[in-house]
């Protein structure tokens, strides 16, 4: 069957996409639904839901039935445990957090929540996820042994090794927030010799650093933090999506 991960890795192949990030701790449920139907409206290929820090199941279900309510994108969810599978999403980042210490984050949580990806009907990404410097609170909360900012060898063997894994996507990760993002260098050196799609994300909130990175090689940016709390957010998407898009 043809499903939501097929359909966006052939389209990363034909142009460079975005995906919009909401943290269901930083806002309403309800300013969530108004957030998602701006970044549809802005050409935004793809809505996730998820955070570090969450502490509620039901703000989780809360956030995606809203945006669920307001958007026609997939609403994939990018869980940091089990407990936050929400049956309302369409699709989850089956994602292993490669660089943590903490097994749980690797595998150990995907023991449990696969029982409940199955019962919900919800269709699992699978994808390989690795924290590079700064790492920010995902970085903490990962456990996660981070990557050097220049240290493209071991950024390009998590990669390969999640497309030897025959993982769909590979996501570099600088952390929500973070001062510096994924290097151009790092993002090169990873696109030069790896095939799956290529998600980067964590710092990404102008328009000249969101182009940067998709000249650079990354196939998918994700923006969280220029989605928050900004009434010029809209504007700068729309600008974003276009610059990365080359529009
Ligand atoms: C975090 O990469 C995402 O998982 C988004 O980061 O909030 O810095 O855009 P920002």
């Known amino acids: 069957m043809f499903g ?29 639904g108004l957030i998602a139907d701006e970044v549809t409206a802005a050409g935004s290929s793809a809505i996730m839901v998820g955070g570090s820090t969450l502490s509620s199941p039901m703000q989780v279900d809360e956030t995606v ?17 089990a407990r936050f599978l929400s049956k309302y999403a369409d699709a989850v980042f089956f994602m292993s957090l490669l660089n943590s210490r903490n097994l749980d984050y690797v595998i150990r949580e995907h023991v449990k929540g696969s029982l409940l990806i199955q019962k919900f009907g919800i269709e699992p990404i699978s994808m390989g996820y690795v924290i590079v410097e700064p790492g920010m609170t995902a970085g903490r909360v990962g456990d996660a042994d981070l990557i050097g900012q220049n240290d493209i060898e071991t950024a390009v063997g998590y990669a390969l090794a999640s497309e030897y894994f025959g993982m769909r996507f590979f996501y570099l990760e600088a952390g929500s927030g973070a001062n510096k993002p994924v290097s151009d260098s790092m993002i090169t050196g990873v696109k030069k010799q790896v095939n799956i799609p290529l998600i980067v994300g964590g710092g990404i909130r102008d328009v000249k650093t969101a182009k940067t990175k998709a000249q650079a090689g990354a196939d998918i940016i994700v923006t969280g933090t220029a989605l928050e709390q900004d009434p010029q957010a809209f504007t700068t998407l729309c600008k974003i999506i276009k610059a990365i898009q080359g529009r």
Not at 15 to 30: A, G
Request: proline fraction near 9%.
């Open 65 to 81: 039935r809203a945006i669920k309510d307001n958007s026609s994108l997939p609403v994939i969810l990018f869980p940091s445990g």
């Open 4 to 32: 939501i991960g097929d359909r966006l890795s052939s389209l990363a192949i034909q142009k460079k996409l975005h995906f919009s990030l909401l943290d269901p701790d930083k806002q309403t449920p309800k300013m969530a």
